[in-house]
């Protein structure tokens, strides 16, 4: 029996497979390596976290993002320098080939429980036990439309999540839907791709980071706004570092907190690509929309309730992700029932386990148990870190595993 299969192959499932590794943890590990990043994000596009708050986690860091982009001599800074998605892209690849080597390209079909732990089923058919699951599916399972949208055929409406390519949309007209990093990038890329794009949302201004000024800052500056995986500011700092102190808050502050901090906004250097370029309807509301000659027609509510209609031949919903077991259906409908939620989320332990024991989630869908830095890819670190500690303290109190593929053997594969 396997002790521990990982599922899902972006930062997080790419981190804790090599802190397994490094510790002699006996696992696999499924997936597409950097799949939402590789397939599902817009091409020209880049990171809102800065360079040293993008790496992908080995134990004794050996391949940052810094030292990436050193060996294949791309431009890289701590600050100031925004990471490309093809940069980033690039880096968890070579992270998977030279970390990660023993990676499978398969997608996991079903999990099931058994009476030794699970059963995973592989689109290829083979069946494999193991004890322990963990899922670092990212934000794959999640994507958000509003449902006053939903009921529109998928010709004239898509998610964000679904563009990588935007060279289709020249020339045509394009509604984008939302107000922060996925709605602000991907409408600069679609007018710079020659789209006729405008950007509808209910905020009142869009927000964008501050542009680093590239000078020193002052000790005061640093105490009173010290740097942070997740920016600047004493709040961030805290849901950067001290994901377990979070962990024990009230559930309602918890909710609260992951609600509202580190909401929608872009990158720096976002603004330049839609201020002055991009029509914006700001401070208004999708209310329905309907086909009529091959267009959509869009009703939008103003904050003062007056309606306007916009009519496009396509709508992007650039309107986020919210985790949802139901949305797993690879888990089995069992698992599904059983597992204590709150919002559609998975309560944790300390160690990431769910409900059912042997069953993990990180990343986003831990988001409400351990803070907003799960919904970043700074939050691996200390995922990695944390499950890594809390399956070898399990591991010296259970029965020797027979040798099942062991992941540190199987490096040539």
Not at 142 to 161: C, I, K
Not at 246 to 271: C, D, I, M, N, Y
Not at 276 to 285: N, Q, R
């Amino acid at each position: 029996m396997l002790d521990t299969a990982i599922v899902g192959a972006g930062p997080y499932g790419l981190s804790l497979a090599a802190h397994f590794k490094n510790h002699g943890i006996s696992f696999r590990i499924f997936g597409r390596p950097m799949d939402s990043w590789v397939a599902h994000m817009p091409k020209g596009m880049c990171l809102k976290s800065d360079g040293f708050a993008s790496n992908i986690y080995d134990p004794n860091a050996e391949l940052t993002l810094e030292r990436f982009c050193t060996e294949r001599q791309i431009e890289y800074a701590h600050t100031g320098i925004p990471v490309r998605l093809d940069t980033f892209t690039a880096y968890g690849m070579a992270f998977r080939e030279r970390m990660v080597p023993e990676l499978e390209e398969k997608l996991v079909a079903s999990v099931e429980r058994s009476s030794q732990g699970f059963v995973l089923r592989l689109e290829d058919g083979e069946a494999i036990s193991a004890r322990r699951v963990v899922l670092a599916v990212g934000i794959t399972h999640f994507q958000y439309v509003p449902e006053n949208l939903a009921q529109l055929p998928t010709e004239f409406l898509s998610h964000s999540f679904h563009h990588r390519e935007l060279d289709s949309f020249k020339g045509r007209s394009v509604l984008v839907i939302g107000g922060g990093s996925s709605a602000t990038d991907l409408a600069g890329l679609l007018h710079e791709a020659g789209a006729q794009v405008q950007l509808v949302s209910r905020r009142r201004e869009l927000k964008f980071h501050t542009k680093p000024t590239g000078k020193p800052r002052s000790w005061w500056q640093q105490i009173r706004h010290p740097q942070s995986g997740l920016g600047p500011g004493m709040r961030s700092r805290f849901f950067a570092d001290f994901p377990m102190l979070f962990h024990p808050l009230p559930e309602s502050l918890r909710l609260e907190l992951v609600r509202k901090t580190l909401g929608p906004s872009g990158g720096w250097f976002a603004r330049d690509k839609v201020i002055g370029k991009v029509p914006l309807w700001l401070e208004h509301t999708p209310e329905r929309a309907h086909i009529e000659n091959g267009r959509v027609h869009l009703q939008l509510r103003d904050k003062d309730g007056a309606q306007r209609e916009l009519q496009a031949e396509h709508v992007i919903a650039a309107t986020g992700y919210k985790v949802d077991l139901d949305r797993l259906r690879f888990l089995s409908p069992e698992i599904r029932s059983k597992l204590k939620a709150v919002e559609r989320t998975p309560v944790l332990s300390t160690t990431f386990e769910s409900s059912i024991a042997g069953l993990y989630f990180v990343g986003i869908a831990a988001a409400n148990s351990f803070g907003p830095v799960m919904r970043f890819a700074f939050g691996a670190g200390f995922a990695a870190r944390t499950l890594t500690e809390a399956v070898r303290q399990s591991l010296s109190r259970e029965p020797a595993l027979m040798p099942v593929r062991s992941s540190v053997a199987s490096t040539a594969e």
